[in-house]
C-alpha cells in the first residue's frame, strides 16, 4: 500500500517498491498509486520484474498486459498508468513532478534490480525520469527475447531443411540429361563452315572433327574422288561427311564462338511416405567453335558440344502441411553452393516458371497423396510447357480441380491455375454446376465447349437474371461477348433475346458462326455500343417502349447523340453545383469588367460571367480552367479568368486567360487542347494589354483615336 500521501503539490502519482522471492526468484514490484487518500489501497498498475521477465498487472480490470512503461515516449503524452484524457504532450520536467518514487530506498531498490547486463542500451539514471531507466530494463528483455526466439526459429528452419535434403532422393543427372538432348534441344548439332571457291571447310560439333570437302562438282577426273557435301547454307540443314549426323550449317563468322540454349525441367519423386517432391532443374546446351591462328588468320580447329544442368529449386508437398519451397544458392564470399529454404530478394530472387515434365513424374506420383490430382490430364490438354507447382497449389486450395480436369473443362483450370478465382461462385461446393454458379443442364455444353471461359460467364449471366436461353443463343451470346459487357438486362427489359441477337448481327452487317476473326470483333464491338446506347436512352428518361428510340435505323449516329446528350446532362449538373459553390463570381463581375474589359477592331477581352461560363469554356476547348482550383481562385479574388475573342464572334471561345487581380500580370494563357493559337502575334497582344492595365487610362495621355492609329491598345468606351 502508499504509507502515506506525498507530500509534493505537484505530485499526481506516487509509486512504491518492494523485493518478493518467490518460487526461489527474486521479483521486484512497482505499483504506482494516485496519489491520494482515497487510493492508498489499490495500485493503478502494478509492474513485475524477474531478471529476464516483466508483466503489469490493472487491479481495476484485472487484465495482465506487455506493454512497456513509456509506450509513447515520443510524444510526451503520459506513463503507462496516464489517465486517457491525457493527451496534451507534457515535458520530462512536469513528468517527472507529477510522477515519483516514494522513498530513497524505492530509488536504490529499482536501480540495483534494474541494473542492464549492457549498459550501452541502459538510460543513465535520473532521480526525476526514473521511468526511463525502468524502460531500458523492459527494452533488454524484449529484445533477448526475440533474439532467442529467432534463434531457435532458425534453429528449426535448418533442422527442417536437413532433413528434408536427408528424405530427397538422388537428382538422375544422366537421365536429365539426356531427356533434355532427345526431347528439348533435338539431339541437334551445329555444323560450322566456311567457304573458299568450290570448297569449304567444316567443323562438325557432335564428332567434334574438321575436314574439307567439295560442295561444288569439279570438271576434272579426280575430283569424282573428292569428299562432297551438299552447298552449305546458313540455318540449313546438312549432313556432316565424317559422322553422317544431320546439324544446321553456321558460318564460322556468325559462331560468336559460343551458342547457347536453355530450358527447365521438373521431375517429381516421392517424398518420406506420401509426399511428393517437384525438382525445378535449369538444362543448357551449348555449341562451340575452336579457331586457332593460321596463315590466313583465324582457321578453324575443333568443334564440341557441351550439356549440362543444374538444381535450382525443389518444391514440398505434404498432407496437411504448407508447401515448402527450398532454393539452390551461391556464396559469393566463399564458393560455395547450399540450400536455402528462402527465395533472394528484389530482382534476382529465383522465379519457378513452367517447363517439360519428365515422365517418371507421374510414375511417382501415383505412390503419393497427390495422385488423384488429375495432373496429367491436365498437362496432357495443355499445349506447350506447363508449371505443375501452380497446378498442385490450386489443387491443394480447390480439390475440385481434379473433377474438372476429367470432365474436359481445360480452359476454366487454366484460369484456376492462374489464381483467376472469379469465375467460381462457390469454392466450397461439391458438384460443377454449383461451383461456377450456372444451371446443371448447362455443364454438357460447357463439357462440349471445353470450359471456354467466355461461353461460362452468358452461362453465370443466364443464372443470375433467370433466364433460360437455347445453346445456340448462349453460344451467339458468348460470340458477341455479352458476358464482358456486362448485364444486358436494359435490353432484355425491352425486347427478348433473339430478337436483341438479330439486331445485334443487322447493325453489325456479320453473321453468327463464321470464325472469322473479322466478323467475330465487329460483332463484339457492335454489341458494346448497342447495349452502350440502349442504357443512355434508359437513363435519360426515353418512351423505350417506342421502336424508334429502340431500334435506331443508324446506330453510330444515334450512339453518338445520346454520348453527347449524356455528357450535356452532366455539364448541366456541374454548373449547377458550381454555381452554388462560387457564388462570388457572378457577384462580382460587373466590376471586374469595368476592370479589365478591352476590345480593339479585332479582337476582345473580358471576364467570366458566372461559374457556368469557366466550366463551359474548358470543355469545349478541352483544357482544366473549369476544375474547382481556378473557380475557387477567382471566386476569391486572388486571380480572375479572361476570356479573349474575336470581334465578330463574341460567343466563340478561343483563348483563355488567367491574371493576377493585384499584380496585373498574366499568369498562363491557352487555346484549344492546351495550345498556343498564333503565339507570337498574341503574345504580343496580351503584352501590350498588360501594359495598358498597369498604366491606366490617365497615363495614357491621349484619345482613343489617336491612340488606335498608332497600333496602341485602348479601353473601349
Same mark, same amino acid.
Given at each position: ?5 506525498? /507530500? ?10 518492494? @523485493?518478493?522471492? @518467490? ?25 513485475? #520484474?524477474?531478471?529476464?521477465? #516483466? ?13 512497456? %512503461? ?7 503524452? *503520459? ?31 529499482? $536501480? ?44 528449426? /528452419? ?5 532433413? /528434408? ?24 548439332? @551445329?555444323?560450322?563452315? $566456311? ?45 556432316? !561427311? ?6 544446321? #550449317? ?14 527447365? %525441367? ?28 593460321? +596463315? ?22 505434404? !498432407? ?41 513424374? #507421374?510414375?511417382?506420383? +501415383? ?26 497449389? $490450386? ?58 471461359? =467466355? ?16 445453346? %445456340? ?7 458477341? *461477348? ?69 431500334? !435506331? ?10 454520348? &453527347? ?17 462560387? !457564388? ?20 476582345? %477581352? ?5 461559374? *457556368? ?6 470543355? @469545349? ?56 493559337? =498564333?503565339? &507570337? ?25 489617336? +491612340? ?10
Amino acid at each position: 500500500t502508499l504509507p502515506a500521501v506525498h /507530500r509534493g503539490k505537484t505530485v499526481k502519482y506516487a509509486a512504491v517498491t518492494a @523485493i518478493r522471492k @518467490i518460487s526461489g526468484e527474486q521479483h521486484l514490484f512497482i505499483e504506482v498509486y494516485r496519489n491520494r487518500k482515497d487510493s492508498r489501497d489499490i495500485p493503478v498498475v502494478r509492474i513485475a #520484474f524477474t531478471k529476464k521477465d #516483466f508483466g503489469n498487472y490493472f487491479p481495476e480490470s484485472g487484465v495482465w498486459t506487455r506493454g512497456k %512503461i513509456t509506450e509513447n515516449t515520443w510524444s510526451r503524452c *503520459g506513463l503507462l498508468w496516464r489517465d486517457k484524457e491525457e493527451s496534451v504532450p507534457k515535458s520530462d520536467k512536469t513528468l517527472a513532478e507529477e510522477n515519483v518514487l516514494y522513498s530513497a530506498a524505492d530509488k536504490k531498490r529499482v $536501480r540495483r534490480f534494474l541494473k542492464t547486463q549492457k549498459e550501452w542500451k541502459q538510460a543513465v539514471w535520473n532521480d526525476g525520469t526514473w521511468w526511463e531507466y525502468v524502460a531500458g530494463k523492459q527494452k533488454e528483455i524484449i529484445e533477448e527475447e526475440n533474439s532467442a526466439r529467432k534463434i531457435r526459429e532458425l534453429e528449426r /528452419r535448418i533442422a527442417a531443411l536437413k532433413e /528434408r535434403q536427408e528424405n530427397t532422393g538422388e537428382l538422375p543427372e544422366q537421365e536429365i540429361l539426356g531427356y533434355a538432348d532427345t526431347i528439348i534441344f533435338r539431339n541437334r548439332n @551445329i555444323i560450322f563452315y $566456311r567457304k573458299h571457291g568450290a570448297r569449304a571447310t567444316l567443323a562438325c560439333s557432335k564428332c567434334g572433327g574438321v575436314t574439307d570437302a567439295r560442295w561444288r562438282k569439279g570438271q576434272s577426273y579426280e575430283s569424282q574422288f573428292e569428299r562432297t557435301v551438299e552447298e552449305p547454307v546458313e540455318n540449313h540443314y546438312g549432313i556432316c !561427311p565424317m559422322c553422317r549426323e544431320t546439324g544446321i #550449317f553456321v558460318p564460322q563468322g556468325r559462331a560468336g564462338r559460343m551458342r547457347r540454349q536453355e530450358s527447365h %525441367i521438373f521431375l517429381g519423386q516421392q517424398y518420406k511416405d506420401t509426399g511428393f517432391v517437384l525438382r525445378y532443374v535449369q538444362v543448357e546446351k551449348e555449341w562451340l567453335l575452336e579457331e586457332s591462328c593460321g +596463315e590466313k588468320g583465324l582457321e578453324m580447329a575443333g568443334a564440341y558440344e557441351k550439356l549440362s544442368g543444374i538444381e535450382i529449386a525443389r518444391v514440398y508437398f505434404e !498432407p496437411g502441411k504448407k508447401v515448402q519451397k527450398d532454393y539452390h544458392k551461391h556464396n559469393n564470399y566463399t564458393g560455395e553452393d547450399f540450400w536455402d529454404d528462402c527465395n533472394l530478394y528484389g530482382s534476382n530472387n529465383i522465379n519457378i516458371g513452367p517447363g517439360k515434365i519428365m515422365p517418371e513424374t #507421374f510414375e511417382a506420383m +501415383e505412390q503419393t497423396f497427390l495422385r488423384y490430382s488429375a495432373m496429367k490430364g491436365y498437362c496432357r490438354a495443355e499445349t506447350g510447357e506447363v508449371n505443375p507447382v501452380d497446378y498442385l497449389e $490450386r489443387y491443394m486450395r480447390t480439390p475440385q480441380i481434379e473433377m474438372l480436369v476429367k470432365m474436359g473443362l481445360t480452359e476454366v483450370v487454366s484460369k484456376l491455375v492462374k489464381c483467376h478465382y472469379g469465375i467460381v461462385q462457390n469454392e466450397d461446393a461439391k458438384t460443377p454446376d454449383t461451383f461456377l454458379g450456372i444451371r446443371k443442364e448447362r455443364v454438357k455444353q460447357l463439357i462440349r465447349g471445353k470450359g471456354n471461359t =467466355d461461353i461460362l460467364k452468358v452461362m453465370q449471366m443466364e443464372k443470375r437474371m433467370g433466364q433460360r436461353w437455347t445453346d %445456340i443463343q448462349v453460344e451467339h451470346l458468348a460470340e458477341i *461477348g455479352a458476358g464482358n459487357h456486362g448485364s444486358i438486362s436494359t435490353a432484355l427489359t425491352y425486347m427478348n433475346i433473339q430478337r436483341f441477337l438479330n439486331r445485334v448481327a443487322k447493325y453489325a452487317a456479320c453473321e453468327y458462326g463464321t470464325g472469322c476473326s473479322t466478323a467475330v470483333s465487329r460483332l463484339q464491338d457492335t454489341a458494346g455500343r448497342y447495349i452502350d446506347y440502349l442504357e443512355m436512352r434508359h437513363v435519360l428518361g426515353y418512351d423505350m417502349t417506342n421502336t424508334v428510340y429502340l431500334f !435506331p435505323r443508324d446506330l453510330d449516329v444515334a450512339h453518338g447523340k445520346m454520348v &453527347e446528350e449524356s455528357n450535356r446532362k452532366e455539364a448541366d449538373a456541374r454548373i449547377r453545383e458550381a454555381s452554388d459553390r462560387y !457564388p462570388l463570381i457572378r457577384k462580382h463581375y460587373r466590376q471586374y469588367r469595368r476592370q479589365f474589359y478591352f476590345e480593339d477592331g479585332e479582337f476582345l %477581352i473580358r471576364p467570366a460571367r458566372d461559374a *457556368g461560363e469557366i466550366i463551359m469554356e474548358g470543355k @469545349i476547348l478541352h483544357h482544366c480552367v473549369g476544375g474547382d482550383k481556378y473557380l475557387s481562385s477567382h471566386n476569391n479574388g486572388n486571380s480572375i479568368i479572361l476570356f479573349l475573342r474575336f470581334m465578330d464572334e463574341p460567343e466563340v471561345a478561343y483563348i483563355t486567360v488567367e491574371i493576377g487581380t493585384e499584380s496585373k500580370n498574366i499568369i498562363q494563357w491557352y487555346g484549344a487542347h492546351d495550345g498556343k493559337p =498564333d503565339k &507570337e502575334r498574341m503574345q504580343k497582344w496580351l503584352d501590350a494589354y498588360v501594359t495598358r492595365l498597369k498604366c491606366g487610362l490617365e497615363a495614357a495621355g491621349q484619345d482613343r483615336a489617336q +491612340e488606335a492609329g498608332q497600333g496602341i491598345l485602348m479601353p473601349a468606351i
